[in-house]
């Protein structure tokens, strides 16, 4: 249970981090349409990503 | 004959959504029912409900209009939204076990228990009120542009408003009877056309452009950039918009309570899987068909009509049915604010003393009525002025946002006070109106804040320093551990 939590809690970091962090988004965004492109479907492959490991995790595959 | 197939194709559409609300429809009185259709629905009809409220027919014309015109910066709704969807999946298991557990209806309802405070229902409910307000206009007319486009040529933009108006209002009827069942059954019909549809139309655009010589060899480099030191927005500006995207999202009242309208909190969790990557997919293909068509003249002339201009590309089939995709967005969208709209001011503002089920719910009917005779006259007084509209509707996210710091750390810290909760929305929402006013888009001296994270700063900062300073007396203090426990 502790781990699901930590897990958990680490997703969302990540993911706001990814999303947040301006100077990942100032580096990949910097005048490349390829880097540009590779940061916003990565970032939003990496969320849709993590929404399949919580899916994945105990309880979620459960009955609604 | 091209009228005919616009406007039969519309007409279709409606009489399709009307069959199926009426087959599925339950007349009732009862507030439960009308307010979040009795807690019973999927996580199918939840997704939709969601991506209908969440993405308004303005996604096809503001926002793709912003990357055709400045390229990857559009994308920030992909980065924002999908954060809105995971914080769905944290907030499901809280939210709904208190919704249910205290029979909560709205998200007024939801901080006024959470901190036993009528001031901070109403002062929830207030902001969420006078913020979602421009967004049912700017409905209106976004609904304009597709009965002007659909009637190809015969109706002028500014005539289209009227024939939109005079459509919505048949359309309201259903909605002031049905309620939240029917928002939430339409909304599956509307969202399949508007992101299902939408999204292969998106396809087609791409692949044709890509055929037709508009690939993103042709974008100019400017359109692979943020605003980055030196720029007149700011480097943190970008940060700004997606957190202050992100946070609001679940600050609009029409958004929070999908949280309630669904059978379980695994429900909720549930539709959060699914609408990620539906979302995704379609908002990565409708922004990138929308950027490559900035090579085109015409779009690069008016990029809020890219949608419509690269459907008439494929002749008036085409375009009728990309018309119904803004036409299906919209609806949703409208239906939720306005519903949402009677119901917060009816049960946290107009009887936030209490009331039967069979009176409060007549008064969100009735204010529901009203809200659209009132977003009609704005239409009608604003028709010549989308983007001053639009500016407005994205100025009423500074303000929704500063719900965030009550909501989100009410959730989270047991000490919050109502005292804090409500000082700590008044002075943000001040701050943000204050600084939208005198910085419409960004704060160069912060570096690119926006008027509304500035706000969260002071709001955040106003919650904290109260709360700490004069803590909650011990029988709150019980009340509050025994809610979290």
């Known amino acids: ?64 | 004959m091209n009228f005919a197939i616009g406007y039969g194709l519309i007409l279709l559409f409606f009489i399709l959504v009307i069959y199926v609300m009426e087959r599925n429809h339950r007349e009732t009185d009862n507030f439960e029912e009308f307010s979040v259709a009795g807690r019973s629905f999927g996580s199918w009809f939840q997704t939709m409900a969601f991506l209908n409220t969440w993405l308004p027919g303005t996604i096809f014309i503001a926002f793709a209009g912003l990357s055709a015109s400045l390229g990857v910066i559009g994308y920030y709704v992909i980065s924002y939204s999908l954060l809105a969807v995971l914080f769905m999946y944290y907030l499901a298991d809280r939210v709904f076990d208190w919704g249910k557990r205290h029979n909560l209806k709205t998200q007024s309802d939801f901080v006024g228990m959470r901190y036993n405070s009528d001031a901070v229902r109403v002062t929830a409910a207030i902001i969420g009120v006078v913020s979602m307000f421009p967004w049912i206009v700017l409905g209106l007319q976004s609904l304009g542009l597709v009965f002007s486009y659909l009637s190809f040529g015969l109706v002028s933009p500014e005539q289209a408003v009227f024939v939109s108006i005079a459509v919505l209002a048949i359309r309201q009827y259903w909605t002031v009877r049905l309620g939240m069942r029917g928002i939430v059954i339409s909304d599956m019909v509307q969202g399949i056309i508007a992101y299902g549809v939408g999204g292969l139309l998106s396809i087609g655009f791409i692949v044709m452009l890509l055929r037709s010589d508009h690939g993103f060899d042709k974008l100019a480099e400017s359109f692979a950039t943020l605003p980055s030191f030196g720029s007149d927005l700011g480097p943190l500006y970008y940060f700004s918009i997606v957190l202050t995207g992100a946070l609001g999202s679940w600050c609009w009242p029409d958004i929070f309570v999908r949280l309630f309208t669904a059978k379980s909190a695994q429900t909720v969790k549930n539709s959060a899987f699914k609408a990620a990557p539906l979302m995704f997919l379609f908002l990565a293909l409708m922004l990138t068909a929308a950027m490559l068509a900035s090579s085109m003249p015409e779009v690069a002339a008016a990029p809020d009509n890219v949608w419509f201009l690269l459907a008439s590309h494929g002749g008036p089939v085409i375009l009728s049915v990309a018309g119904i995709c803004v036409l299906a967005a919209t609806m949703g969208n409208i239906n939720a604010l306005t519903q949402a709209t009677g119901v917060h001011a009816a049960q946290d503002i107009f009887h936030v003393k209490g009331g039967t089920d069979r009176q409060i719910t007549r008064t969100a009917r009735i204010i529901v009525g009203i809200t659209t005779i009132l977003a009609i006259i704005g239409a009608i007084m604003t028709v010549n002025t989308t983007a001053g509209l639009l500016t407005l509707a994205l100025a009423a996210y500074q303000g929704i946002v500063q719900l965030a710091p009550s909501l989100y750390l009410g959730l989270l810290w047991k000490r919050p006070t109502a005292p804090a909760a409500v000082l700590g929305m008044i002075v943000g929402f001040v701050v943000a109106v204050i600084l939208q006013f005198l910085y419409p888009v960004s704060i160069p001296a912060l570096g690119g804040l926006t008027s509304g994270v500035v706000g969260l700063i002071c709001n955040t900062a106003v919650l904290v320093g109260v709360t700490m300073l004069t803590p909650a007396k011990s029988i709150e203090t019980q009340r509050v551990s025994a809610l979290f426990a």
């Open chain 1, 1 to 64: 249970m502790r781990d699901r939590s930590a897990t958990e809690r680490w997703i969302l970091i990540v993911n706001l981090i990814i999303m947040l962090f301006p100077p990942i988004h100032l580096f990949f965004a910097g005048g490349s349409m390829t880097m540009a492109l590779v940061y916003f479907f990565g970032s939003g492959l990496i969320l849709v990503g993590s929404m399949m490991v919580l899916r994945s995790m105990g309880d979620n595959r459960g009955e609604e």
